[in-house]
């Protein structure tokens, strides 16, 4: 997703610390009707280029979506109790072999997230 606009209270307050912190994430594409498309995600932030990259398969409807209008809007927000930031932009989709690569290396170091304590 490139070049993002950030839009929350995170962003004043140490949006890039926040960005590189481990949260699930919303992703908004819109479909084929117009209509929005969201769903959970992870994504990797590079502050040195502004690049989120979000790693899905081809035949996702999110994929789908931006390889069909791939100058359309989507958004990713991050959101944590009463801090959130939303980065907004437009989107590829990638089969570069090297771009992929670089994606899946940069997700592989995200910091695994903590799961949910279930009530007993």
């Given at each position: 997703m490139?070049?993002?606009?950030?839009?929350?209270p995170?962003?004043?307050?140490?949006?890039?610390?926040?960005?590189?912190?481990?949260?699930?994430?919303?992703?908004?594409?819109?479909?084929?009707?117009?209509?929005?498309?969201?769903?959970?995600?992870?994504f990797?932030?590079?502050?040195?280029?502004?690049?989120?990259?979000?790693?899905?398969?081809?035949?996702?409807?999110?994929?789908?979506?931006?390889?069909r209008?791939?100058?359309?809007?989507?958004?990713?927000?991050?959101?944590?109790?009463?801090?959130w930031?939303?980065?907004?932009?437009?989107?590829?989709?990638?089969?570069?072999?090297?771009?992929?690569?670089?994606?899946?290396?940069?997700?592989?170091?995200?910091?695994?997230?903590?799961?949910?304590?279930?009530?007993?």
């Amino acid at each position: 997703m490139t070049p993002p606009a950030a839009r929350g209270p995170s962003e004043a307050a140490g949006g890039a610390a926040f960005l590189a912190e481990p949260h699930q994430c919303t992703l908004t594409t819109l479909r084929p009707d117009g209509s929005p498309h969201v769903t959970a995600v992870r994504f990797t932030w590079d502050p040195a280029t502004g690049l989120a990259r979000v790693l899905t398969v081809a035949s996702s409807r999110k994929a789908r979506n931006v390889a069909r209008s791939p100058e359309g809007r989507v958004a990713v927000c991050q959101v944590a109790g009463f801090r959130w930031i939303t980065l907004e932009g437009t989107a590829t989709v990638s089969n570069d072999a090297a771009r992929v690569a670089e994606g899946a290396r940069r997700y592989l170091l995200l910091p695994a997230l903590a799961r949910p304590r279930l009530p007993r």
